[in-house]
């Protein structure tokens, strides 16, 4: 299939969990892709593996959390594709609950740092590649259901992704008048190695089968699921006329 067919894409943590979801799902549809994540040995491993399959896939070492190295990878991106079209800013990290008396501003601030200011950095040091494409370009943030309904015990996590949907919306705004997009996945909890995290530290069989029947479709979110409603939002014909768009993959959890 050929949805994103002379699309040029980096996405961010694509080294596993929802970012490797979303780079296969943008490789079956065509698109041009530099994976890039601090995982230097595992997106190297899912670069490879998009490359003996055909697509143009490309991996590069970024921290989400340095400007100077978003930037670098941006370059590279520009370099190896002769252009950029698509950022998905999907690098994050997960937390463990914990109350809210017990949450110290080590914890908020390492999670700002990676899940809020990583998205603005990775925007900013790709947006002037965007504006040299032009209209039809588009960002797509990784968000996450907590920042549409909030849950107890996760007050780095969900403060700094609400930070981050914030900034989808705003710089939507701001780019509309230039024809570029600006998108936001929402998504719950998911069949990916963030679960233990999640989970406290933990994670087995039942833990998994707690999380999912937490959920109304009683199943995981997986990276499949992810990378499907990625590719919608980063077509330039199927999604024209989305922008600012939140929304939820999520088994029906925000409902």
Known sequence: MDRLKGQHALITGAASGF??????????????????????????????????????????????????????????????????????????????????????????????????????LSCQAALPALRRHGEGASILITVSGIALVPRPGLYGYGMAKSAAGYLMKSLALELAPERIRVN??????????????????????????????????????????????AVYLSSPKEAAVMTGCAMPVDAGRCI
């Open 19 to 120: 970012g490797a979801g979303i780079a296969r799902a943008f490789a079956s549809e065509g698109a041009s892709i530099v994976l890039a994540d601090l995982n230097v040995d595992g997106v190297r491993k899912v670069a490879d593996e998009l490359a003996a399959q055909g697509c143009e896939a490309y991996a590069v070492s970024v921290d989400v959390g340095d400007a100077s190295s978003l930037k670098a990878a941006v370059a590279e991106a520009e370099e190896r594709m002769s252009g950029l079209s698509v950022l998905v800013a999907n690098a994050g990290i997960g937390q463990r609950p914990g109350d809210f008396s017990k949450t110290d501003e080590a914890l908020i601030e390492h999670q700002f740092k990676i899940n809020a200011l990583g998205p603005y």
């Open 184 to 229: 936001g996945l929402f998504p719950a909890v998911g069949d990916t190695a963030m679960l233990q995290e999640f989970a406290g530290g933990k994670r087995d069989e039942a833990t998994d089968m707690k999380f999912a029947e937490a959920l109304p479709l009683g199943r995981l979110i997986t990276p499949e699921d992810v990378g499907a409603a």
